[in-house]
C-alpha cells in the first residue's frame, strides 16, 4: 500500500485489471504492533467507508481495520452464482487486490494468524473465495450474508488446510440475494478444509447484519493470540 490517493485512502499499486489503483482505506491502530487487523470488504454499491462504521461495533482494543474500495462500487459485474467467466476480469481482479493487501499486512510484521477476513454481501463472497483460495491459518473469517463464488452445481475442491481457523457464516433464510442452499455448501467446503467453522441461519431476517452477528464476530476477533 503507497502513495495518498485525494479520497484519504492509499491506493494498492501492484494490481492489474478493473480494480488497479484502487484506494485502501483505515481505521483504528497501525497495522504494525496490532492486536489483529481486520481486512474489511463492503457489498456492491457500498464504499470502504461503509464498511468500517462496523468497526466501532466490533470494538477491539488494539485493532486495525482496513478497506479497499472497489473501482466504481462492484468487485464484479453479475451475481456471484452466474458463470464466472462473466464476472472477469473484474473478480481476478478484485482477488489480486485483496492478496496484495493481505501480503502488505504480513510484510509489516502482522503474523498471518492475526489477520481477519469480513465482508458484507458481495464483499463477503469475495472474502469467502479469496480464503478457499488461499488456505492456511488465519485470524478468521467473518461472512455476513454471503458464500462462495459460482454458478449452481459448482463441485470446490479442497486446495489445502484452513488448520482449524475460526469461520462464520450468517444469513437470513429468505435473503433475496443469497440462497441460504449456497451458505450451507459454503460451509461445508470450509469444515471440509479443517475450519472451525459456525454457521448461523436467521429466520426471516432481511439483507443485513444483525446483533447477534456483531457479537459473534467479536468472539472471533477477541480469540486472536495475545504476545
Known sequence: MSDSTGSGGK????????HAGASVHAAGAAPEGAAGVVVMIHGRGASAGNILELSEPLAQPGFAYVAPSAVRGSWY?????ADTDRNQPHLNSALELVSAIVEDLRGMGVPQDRIFLLGFSQ???????WMFRNPGRYGGLIVFSGGLIGPSGTVWEPTGSMEGTPVFYGCSDIDSHIPKARVDES???????????????????GHLVNDDEIAFARAILGSAPGD
Open 11 to 18: 491506493a494498492v499499486t501492484r494490481v492489474t485489471g478493473p
Open 77 to 81: 459485474p453479475f451475481s456471484f452464482m
Open 123 to 129: 464483499g463477503s463472497c469475495l472474502a469467502s473465495e
Open 187 to 205: 460451509a461445508e467446503v470450509f469444515e471440509s478444509m479443517g475450519a472451525d467453522v459456525t454457521k448461523r441461519i436467521y429466520p426471516g431476517m
